[in-house]
């Protein structure tokens, strides 16, 4: 077998706007799931009781479904009810379920650590729940649970090359054509899973560095 990776190469416009599309809808569903995410934690601690059972029922549903099912439902199921979404939007918005879910619990983890001493302590300061919740609690509790986030946040991403399955054009369904249309499968393949390799090192690196730096400081 011999490998010929410039006929692939040659469709490289094709390549270069399915990984744009790729690294766009982890751009934008990435802190939204994140922000989702702390949100229905912060609902599951401090909520009411009927609220707590709303989203405790959402992110155990989603949690134990695949994320294709999810995908199905928002791109599929969402237009009975009068709601269409283009490919591209719908991957977004399961995108930002399916990261919001498992961000929850990995958030819910880090704020049910924090002692109880530093909430009583805020609280004799006269600190609402709102400002403590903002300054006190959440800023050391995405600390501890950072790189439990980064990894959530990169499997989002590559599971964002199923999206293809309701032609959103990402790097997986570029690589599919590619190989449809060239018959040089292997070598198509070699070169995505190089790319998404690459990205999830480089995403590991940039949200290790933004973190600590941006979100909760040292």
Known sequence: MILDFSIVLAQWPLLLKGLALTCLLTLLTAPLGVALGVLCAWLRVQGPAWLRAVVAAY??????????????????????????????????????????????????????????????????????????????????ALARVWPALVSQMIIVMLGSSVCGQISTEEFSFAANLIASRTFRNFEAYILVTGAYLALAVALRRLLNWFGPRFIFGR
């Open 59 to 140: 992110v155990e549903l989603v949690r134990n479904t695949p994320f294709i099912i999810q995908l199905f439902f928002v791109f599929f199921g969402l237009p009975s009810l009068g709601l269409r979404l283009s490919p591209e939007v719908a991957s977004a918005l399961a995108m930002v379920l399916n990261l919001g879910a498992y961000a929850s619990e990995i958030a819910r983890a880090g704020i049910e650590a924090t002692p109880q001493g530093q909430i009583e302590a805020a609280l004799s300061l006269a600190m609402s729940r709102w400002q403590i919740f903002t300054r006190v609690v959440l800023p050391p």
